[in-house]
């Protein structure tokens, strides 16, 4: 592809979210750092500008692609970068937060693999964790991004020929996505295909957000039998319309015990394969050998007070014979990369991946990231939280 560096057409000014202050906490009154509450007019105009990114020079990395980005989804993560580093950090100056990114190639470095992109395709991924460290986010109007973490959009869901929307792609191709398609390739179904998969019995804790919306699709695309937990009746319908059997945590508490008379009455034969955590119960893990298989795996992506550091190292490290659960346990972290982005690319077009769930079906514009970042925040999400960035 020819470079296009610095592109003719672009606008001397582009629109970002960039972050001045530090302290977030998800409350009207405590407002995302350096922007008014939600609530107040202002909150509107605390959009800033910056000039657009040119793509690399030939002399410098030439495989970055520039990007006029449509779509942006929102992620736990950011919030987690937007508490613990502060804007005023030498190298993420007044930050631009958001990993996921949908959005047109305007331009690209010369060794770009021309078979591969060309100007005005549209394309999806999620950014490395050290643009965003970098302050380099997805929520501005242009993007410049590594080529290797984007992926070319199929023009239609699989074999249904229906056409894809941004809104409905950027949180499969983002963080959501590929997380889900790591914790389906941490399984290691040999041979990670439909014949490995069928019939094998999967539970997804926490089915109805962005990440076990999309796992469950995969999960039932791939022919395994898949039992989703939710606690609301919106949880309820999507965990269905993704193909999963809802257990709603709520109506059977504490959900552990269900899980033993559903799964562990009948000794190890209805027992659960895979137990995928997306929602971070750690009691799930204690008492999986009530209704996971022997030989079954508890792959967790889930960091915080009941999971994270040390729980991880008490579950993978600790015998048995001192008082370790005898299961295996996987603690993931996602790094977006290639392989895992085309891989959702790959599913879309086979049609194992069905729908990009969109939270509410409600597209968030770029005035309202405050009230999106508390939608996320509030842990309800059904779905992606999805924000229209620009056209
Ligand atoms: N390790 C990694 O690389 C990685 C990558 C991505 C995400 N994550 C982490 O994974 C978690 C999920 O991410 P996400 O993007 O899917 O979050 P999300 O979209 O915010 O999840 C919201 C959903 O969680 C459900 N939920 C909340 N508590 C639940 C519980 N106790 N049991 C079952 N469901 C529950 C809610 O359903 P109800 O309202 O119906 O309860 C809601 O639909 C987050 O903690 C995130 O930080 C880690």
Redesign the pocket.
Known sequence: MESTSPTPNLPAKMRAWTLTSFGLTLSPSHPLPGVAPSSSPSATSSTTTQPPPTPTTPTTTGTNLLLRITHASL???DL?ILRLFPPWLPFRRNPTPGFDFCGRVVAAGPAVNTAEFQLGDVVAGALSASDVFHGKGSLAEFLVVESSLVCKVPDVWGARGKEIKGEETVGLFG??G??AI?MVQTAGVPPDTEEGWKGKRCLV?????????ILVQILKGKGAQVWG????A???E?VKKCGGTVI???TYSP?TEFLQRVFGAEGDEKKLDFIFD????ESIFTNSPGYLKGQGKFI?????PSQGIVPYVLHKLRPTWLGGTPREFE?????PSKKTVREVGKLIKEGVIERGVV?GDKVWEMEELVEAYER??????????VVRVGK
Request: aromatic share 2%; glycine share 22%.
């Open positions: 992620n736990p993560v987690h963080i959501a590929q997380t790591l804790n926490g089915a109805s957000g962005g990440v076990g919306s937990t939710t606690g609301s919106e949880g309820e999507l709603n945590y709520k959900v997306c929602a971070g119960d967790s992506i889930v960091g915080g603690l993931l972290l996602l790094l939270d996320l925040g509030s842990g309800r999400a059904k779905g992606k939280v």
